[in-house]
């Protein structure tokens, strides 16, 4: 990840992002325990104007997205990006609050292709908003230190070890097993 970050106390990351549009910096937040994750991805986030449609207001909605310099050159979406590592490909994802800077594990909402308009899913979205805690932006002034260290994870039925926000090798099951009890005896 290109972008500058701040690591808060309440289990939240800030991503710096540049907004296109504004030719602006705004406030990205995810859950802390995914960053090593996300930062592995050679892309420098930005904010953009989604073309595809209007949002309920009549303006554009906006997203997170960037293009991933290390995978031919690939445009990648964080909400999906996110999604998909929580809960696999298999889905489709959209943000329960409709805010496009709030990319809590708990704002993810997942359901399944050609459902996103049903009542089902609708009730349901509906009831998970109740319950979706309020997002404080930046009043946390009190912030951890960077602590990356190695992290093996799955992406698309790979295992990736991940150093220092770098993906630095990828193995097979038996390869990072080994490798993760190696690093557990260190500790």
């Not at 696999?88 to 399944?112: A, E, V």
């Not at 770098?166 to 009890?181: C, I, P, W």
């Amino acid at each position: 990840m290109i972008n500058d970050f701040k690591h808060l106390s309440q289990g939240l990351t800030v991503i710096f992002c540049n907004n296109t549009l504004l030719k602006s910096i705004e406030e990205v937040y995810v859950d802390t325990t995914l960053f090593n994750y996300i930062s592995a991805f050679n892309v420098e986030w930005k904010i953009w104007v989604d073309k595809k449609g209007n949002n309920v207001s009549g303006k554009r909605d906006r997203v997170v997205g960037g293009v991933d310099l290390d995978n031919d050159r690939r445009i990648v979406f964080l909400k999906r990006l996110i999604g998909e590592y929580l809960h696999g490909q298999d889905y489709s994802y959209s943000l329960l609050n409709g805010d496009y800077f709030d990319l809590r594990n708990d704002n993810i909402y997942k359901f399944k292709n050609g459902t996103g308009h049903s009542s089902q899913v609708r009730a349901e979205k509906k009831e998970l908003l109740q319950l979706l805690p309020s997002l404080a932006k930046m009043v946390d002034t009190d912030i951890m230190a960077s602590n990356i260290d190695v992290k093996i994870v799955e992406y698309h039925n790979q295992l990736l070890v991940i150093e220092d926000n770098t993906v630095v090798k990828e193995l097979t099951s038996d390869q990072a097993t080994a490798l993760s009890n190696y690093f557990n005896t260190l500790k």
